[in-house]
């Protein structure tokens, strides 16, 4: 279990993003996009943008459990495209590579596809060929879509 949060906002994310759009503008021709659901879809969205590909397929991939998904379960694709020449010419495009079973899973499926997430942890860094952050192992990170605003009252008033 996380020990410590880094909550990620929209802003540092699209920039996230486009650094990592950067990065892949120097891998070989990309034929589309596959973005790992739910995580990878926002992400990759941003990278299409970037590069200007319009074939964007999805993989849903399953592999936390429980009412705050922060524990790990066993992973599970429960939808999977059809990539000629398994997956060659792909960008695999995921929010984050943790333990790496999930990209370990996805790789299986399609070893030939390029893996690129923002963020990696130490466990499954070597999973991505690319990344823009690491990020410590036991550090919960928190994307945009996990979070809403909400009021906070001033310390005076909590102190009473």
């Not at 996380?2 to 486009?18: F, K, N, P, V």
């Not at 963020?119 to 879509?145: C, M, N, T």
Request: aromatic residues 8%; glycine residues 6%.
């Amino acid at each position: 279990m996380a020990t410590e949060y880094l909550s990620i906002t929209w802003d540092q994310l699209q920039a996230d993003a486009r650094r990592l759009a950067r990065a892949l503008m120097g891998a070989p021709p990309v034929k589309g996009i596959l973005a790992v659901a739910r995580g990878g879809l926002i992400p990759a969205a941003i990278i299409a943008r970037e590069l200007n590909i319009r074939r964007v397929k999805t993989i849903a991939v399953e592999s936390y459990e429980g009412p705050r998904a922060e524990s790990r379960g066993v992973v599970r694709v429960l939808e999977q495209p059809f990539l000629e020449e398994e997956g060659a010419g792909y960008l695999i495009i995921d929010d984050l590579v943790d333990t790496g079973e999930t990209a370990h899973v996805v790789r299986e499926l399609f070893p030939k596809a390029t893996f690129a997430c923002l963020y990696a942890k130490p466990l499954g860094r070597s999973r991505a060929d690319y990344h823009v952050r690491e990020v410590g192992q036991d550090i919960w990170v928190l994307f945009p879509w996990d979070m809403a605003p909400a009021f906070s009252p001033p310390l005076i008033e909590t102190a009473k």
